[in-house]
């Protein structure tokens, strides 16, 4: 895929994701990857985050400043009932409806983005696929079987059951953000 | 109290509760558009043949891919129960409990566990069972019923759950929605991390993996289904589809159709047990049971007619566009799958007799089918209910011998028309019927009624008809339709002007009788297919190129069902084919043969009208362009209504059966009318003219009603000006 298909795809996820209330960004690599949460770090006061556990996560982690930051990678359980910020990256993303896609299996996948009130989810730019059919297929395709868990995630969890009020934030997190990464490792997108 | 006086009861309650219609009307109004923008560049069409196509297959094979499934689902490590019965279910998940020690459990939102009565059976054997999903915990918290599908405490004001709340938590909460759904935060989220089991429901099972996909927004199934290191999945069978592919046009139209939303914030799919943290801090594999729950549906799968149901997505799309659902509310149903699908489904999970009663609740406007992901023909299937419930219980006395006796006898069922103008004549005041005897009281509340005409259509035709000068003198038929010949005959009048002034000849085989669409809505089948049978008869000896009629219902009738109700025998089906064929609605068939759908050689008009789609028109034979190209193409200003296409309330003897459920919808129509400060209403149905005339009639108001028909003929030249 060429710059210009996913600078196309990107705008078309953004759009789609800020429709239904998440925040996107775009950085050019790690290090700009970990001022971000630095950024949201502070911004939101977080002092508890947990983490699953990647690459990616964990170089865009040892950029940012942790100073003020507690940073559990084990033991999640334990620790997701007080962490304020869960951090997981996603396997792909769908531009025609801004949903993030995350083979969910592992436990510590479910716990950094259900229980916390934020989660940030970090994405390799390359991943944009453009429609749900096209995600599906791309699952299929690299893995041998179908993951036992998979989750789709589109913007913060929300609800309209008290007099058709949209509210957002009630069993899952309040705020959804999502970064993607155009160089993660620092190599270049094709 | 009968289950009939019972309905009656719940229905005035439903209406006199200013909430419930508040909020349904508000999200009723909003949903047409929110769902268009969600299916924008999305063939709706293409997609629901493929979803049709797809619960079709799937239902018609159920029992094997029901096998399949287990199988996929057993070889990824979970365990599959086939539950036959309600019962089954419930005592499976009961012992299930007792035998992991689980004393607390948490549900995410599942139709299926409600049919079963799961909680209070849970709850009965000392376990604490909660409902996770915000509007049901409300409604579980204040012992009630869900009102809606997908909403299920839609019937509840910010107030009344502020107080329920505040009961649970034991101090005073205001009404603040954000407030309010941080509290339900914070307490189901204890519940949540204590919970022992979690329960779910499916929407979508997929026999090649043995996958259940979920679809969420709240993500209180993906807390349900991580968290308890049990997680129980009651799936009912119709979810089955054969492929992994199949699940993507279902997840593309059901949160489209059910909340107009392009994508839930959460869909899950689930291929076997995934690691959960157990109390001893230990992380292993948790232990999945699903339930394939059979409760009626392979019986339903079994019945030639009811198996369509099977293709439902369940995605509430037919409450939302129902003008009856709109004011009444699930309530009224009385049962928990509600609405016209409902009423089906019903009769099937929980027994024909307690469907028998609901049924009746149905209009017949035909809405529901346009807009049914599942390319469902929920009307047909609720009349299909009203039959066997007539064959079952027999038609009541009056009724019994109205269509049975009266209506096949045309000579009979035509003096009594006449012995009833003659009785109307003390009630009457100028062209309409404003106080009759108490006993057919409920026919004139809200609505005044036409008078019964002086001289019927027939005996004007066989008077005074000329043919025409010019022309070809095509002959067509014209089939009047009861409403035509004895109450408007003017309409017929009118048809028969444009037609002569278009070169053709009309004739009227005087041997035509009714339709027969109030036997088949009132679910007589005998008695429709004999009427049926004459009018054929009576058209075929006319030898006519064309049959036309100025009402949709009527040839709705003729065109479509026709066929269908003389499907038993060959020679009459054919000889119905044949017939209907030839039929087209009056305005289409003049749009049709005319220049461009402009019929040359009219005065132009200058009024500023609005036009109303009638349901059988636009939903029944898909009418709707060419009335508003004929009447403008006669230089007339069209200000399009709010909601042209929402019915006006008529549905024939509807508005006697429920005449309040029929007004209410009818002042929704008359305020939309209004507000276009139109000079004069256009329509092309005979019964939404009698309707919406009688209403405005009824609260004094002088704006002209009129049929295409007669809005044309006006402005043939030497008819004087509209």
Request: charged share 25%; net charge neutral.
């Amino acid at each position: 895929m060429g710059k210009k298909d996913i600078d196309r795809l990107y705008n078309v996820f953004k759009e789609q994701a800020e429709a239904v209330s998440a925040r996107v960004y775009r950085v050019k690599d790690p290090r700009d990857a970990g001022r971000r949460l630095t950024q949201i770090f502070q911004e939101l006061n977080v002092s508890n985050v947990i983490t699953a556990q990647s690459d990616l996560l964990r170089e865009c982690l040892g950029a940012a400043d942790t100073g003020k930051v507690t940073v559990y990678a084990e033991n999640l359980r334990e620790h997701s009932e007080d962490a304020h910020l869960g951090l997981s990256e996603a396997d792909l993303a769908i531009a025609e409806t801004g949903t993030l896609v995350q083979d969910s299996t592992a436990l510590e996948q479910r716990l950094v983005s259900t229980l916390p009130p934020v989660h940030v989810a970090l994405v390799r730019t390359g991943r944009l696929v453009e429609h749900f059919v096209d995600a599906l297929e791309q699952l299929n395709h690299e893995r041998a079987e179908l993951p036992g868990y998979i989750a789709f995630i589109s913007g913060p969890s929300r609800t309209a059951d008290i007099e058709r009020v949209l509210t957002i934030g009630v069993h899952g997190p309040e705020q959804l953000h999502i970064i993607f990464v155009d160089r993660p490792g620092g190599e270049q997108v094709e | 109290m009968s289950e009939k006086e019972g309905l009656k009861n719940n229905v005035r309650e439903a209406l006199a509760n200013e909430n419930l219609r508040g909020a349904l009307g508000r999200f009723g109004d909003a949903y047409i558009g929110a769902r268009e923008n969600a299916y924008a560049g999305k063939d709706f069409q293409e997609l629901r043949g493929q979803i049709a196509a797809i619960k079709g297959a799937a239902a018609q094979n159920m029992e094997e891919l029901a096998r399949r499934f287990a199988e996929s689902a057993r070889s990824r490590g979970a365990k599959v129960y086939r539950a036959r019965t309600a019962q089954e279910a419930r005592d499976y998940i009961k012992k299930l409990a007792e035998e992991k020690g689980v004393r607390k459990i948490v549900k995410s939102k599942s139709m299926a566990s409600e049919e079963i009565h799961l909680n209070e059976y849970l709850n009965q054997h000392g376990m604490e069972s909660v409902e996770t999903d915000l509007g049901e915990w409300i409604l579980q918290l204040s012992g009630q019923k869900p009102s809606h599908m997908v909403m299920p405490a839609i019937h509840m004001t910010r107030g009344e759950v502020a107080d329920v709340f505040s009961e649970e938590v034991k101090r005073q909460l205001s009404s603040d929605i954000p407030e309010l759904v941080r509290v339900a935060r914070e307490q189901l989220r204890k519940k949540f991390l204590a919970a022992e089991m979690g329960i779910s429901g499916a929407n979508i099972a997929v026999a090649e993996t043995g996958t259940i996909v979920i679809v969420t927004n709240e993500g209180n199934a993906r807390l349900t289904t991580t968290l308890p290191p049990v997680h129980v999945a009651v799936v009912g069978m119709e979810k089955l589809v054969e492929k992994f592919a199949d699940v993507k046009p279902i997840l593309e139209a059901l949160p489209r159709s059910a909340t107009g939303q392009k994508i839930t914030s959460y869909v899950t799919m689930i291929t076997g047990p995934t690691p959960a943290a157990y109390p001893d801090g230990s992380v292993r594999d948790k232990e999945l049971h699903i339930i394939l729950l059979d409760n009626g549906r392979t019986s339903m799968q079994s019945d030639p007619v009811f198996k369509e149901a099977l293709q439902c997505i369940r995605c509430a799309s037919c409450l939302n566009v129902c003008p009856v659902f709109q004011l009444v509310g699930g309530h009224v149903y009385g049962h928990i799958y509600t609405g016209g699908i409902g009423t089906v489904l019903t009769a099937f999970f929980n027994g024909f007799q307690k469907a028998s009663d609901i049924q009746n609740l149905c209009l017949g406007c035909e809405r529901c089918k346009r807009y049914c992901p599942g390319n469902i023909d929920i009307p047909r299937l609720i009349r299909e209910l009203r039959r066997r419930v007539v064959e079952n219980n027999g038609l009541p006395g009056m009724p019994k011998f109205v269509l049975e006796k009266v209506l096949p006898n045309r000579k009979l069922f035509h003096n009594l028309i006449k012995t009833a103008r003659a009785a109307q004549k003390p009630f009457q005041k100028g062209a309409m019927v404003r106080h009759l005897p108490m006993f057919l009281a409920g026919l004139t509340e809200g609505r005044s009624l036409p008078a019964i005409a002086e001289k019927p259509f027939r005996d004007i035709v066989l008077t005074g008809h000329r043919p025409p000068a010019t022309g070809d003198q095509t002959k067509v038929g014209f089939f009047a339709g009861c409403l035509t010949d004895f109450v408007y005959p003017q309409l017929g009048e009118a048809v028969h002007k444009v037609l002569r002034h278009m070169g053709m000849r009309m004739t009227f085989p005087v041997e035509q009788t009714c339709c027969g669409v109030p036997a088949i809505y009132m679910g007589s089948r005998k008695a429709a297919a004999e009427l049926a049978r004459r009018n054929i008869a009576a058209f075929e000896r006319d030898g006519v190129e064309h049959i036309i009629t100025a009402c949709p219902t009527c040839a709705h009738a003729l065109k479509h069902q026709y066929v269908e109700l003389l499907d038993t025998d060959p020679g009459w089906r054919k000889r119905a084919e044949y017939f209907a064929a030839k039929v087209t609605h009056f305005t289409a068939f003049v749009a049709e043969k005319s220049d461009n759908g402009e019929l040359p050689g009219l005065q132009r008009g200058n009024m500023r009208i609005t036009y109303h789609d009638s349901c059988h028109m636009k939903g029944c034979l898909g009418i709707t362009e060419e009335p508003r190209a004929l009447l403008s193409a006669a230089g007339l200003q069209l200000a399009e209504m709010e909601g042209s296409d929402r019915c006006c309330g008529f549905g024939g003897s509807y508005s006697i059966k429920f005449p309040e459920i029929s007004r209410r919808i009818l002042d929704k129509k008359l305020a939309a009318i209004e507000a276009t400060g139109a000079q004069m209403l256009a329509l092309d149905c005979p019964g939404c003219l009698l309707q919406l005339s009688g209403g405005l009639d009824s609260r004094g108001k002088a704006l002209p009603v009129k049929h295409t028909a007669e809005i044309l003929a006006q402005q043939i030249a030497g008819s004087g000006k509209s």
